[in-house]
């Protein structure tokens, strides 16, 4: 089949009179809130890492720079790389300093993120609900990718997502273009984070010979240009195990918030939020299903990333999990597979079992 082509650009989401279209009033969103309090953010997050270091004896150290930068709010808006010049490491609680610096880090690169709706664009109906199904055949297309190849990682795959969360933001996108789009944004993905990262040759395979490596490339090339080059990326799955591991979680609230994560990534509602927003919601769902209450000091961590509008995220959530996953799981054999990389089918039905909403 003759590969037909249209060139990838990020200018179809604005009109002809250089305005941004609106969402469509015929679909139950979140509205989404602009970065308006970047240093707000930043702030309460230092103050947040502060409280925890003063717990600690072998970092109290940190607590002078801490301060100085928390006290003026001019200084530390102005002073970008603050946060990257404090030394969080320690012989006693190595593992948990790294965690917390790589949270930290999670959080401010996540501070560049479009969380408008992906589909902001769209204003057809029907064009909407095919990109709609568009964007979760592909999403399942790139976990087919990881049981074809296992030395694709997870994050890899949540970092392809991405990529193509920015794509579909930036045009409609053609079905015929479909899967050279998500081999191409997993070749990238794969190449950054991979150690045997996918080649070539196991692109073409992918593609079953339809699409010769020149088509491969210049696709690349075009999705890094619409990406602005940025693949250093912040996922729910990622955010959500690193704030669980510093308050040394049980293992199975771990695994149904790795679950919640994942299938996540299958609806392009919930997927156009922060990704500690769903990182947020997916840890408070997954101590609701085990029937327990989460600590003081997670609750105050939470805070410090969630929002008023999370309740209606986390029903969403909810919805999504108990309707729509469940009849997925039985279709695709990648979506079992890549959840059972996390837990058993036993363990999937409890959790599905145990949503409420």
Known sequence: ????????????????????????DNINVIKKQKFKEKLKDKKLFLI??????LKKSSLTKCKDIIETQTKDSEELFNSTGDIFDISLSSNEDEHDSYNMDNLCLELLNETGYNIEYIFNHIDDKDVLLHQMQLYENMVIYLMHINLCYPNV???????AISLI??????????????????IACCFIASKFEDVLS??????VKLGNDQFSKKDICEFEQEILTVVQFRIIRSYSIEISRKILNIQDTKNSIKQICD?????????????SEKPSTIASCAILISYQIQKEEPDTE?????????????RTL????????????????????SLRNFINQIVNDEVFQYIIKSINF
């Open 314 to 333: 986390i029903s969403i959530i909810n919805e999504h999990m108990k309707t729509t996953i469940p009849s997925l799981y039985q279709k695709y054999h």
């Open 259 to 271: 679950v919640i994560c994942i299938c996540c990534t299958l609806s392009s509602l919930i997927s």
């Open 1 to 24: 089949m003759k590969l037909r082509r249209k060139k990838l650009n990020c200018q179809n989401n604005v009109n002809k009179n250089g305005n941004f279209h609106k969402r469509p």
């Open 298 to 310: 997670l609750l105050q961590w939470l805070s410090y990333i969630s929002n008023n509008e999370d």
């Open 198 to 203: 996918l080649t070539l040759d196991d692109c």
């Open 48 to 53: 947040n890492i502060k409280q925890k270091f």
């Open 153 to 159: 990682s997870i994050k890899t795959i949540f970092i």
């Open 165 to 182: 969360d920015d794509i579909f933001r930036s045009q409609v996108i053609n079905s015929k273009d479909a899967a050279i789009i998500g």
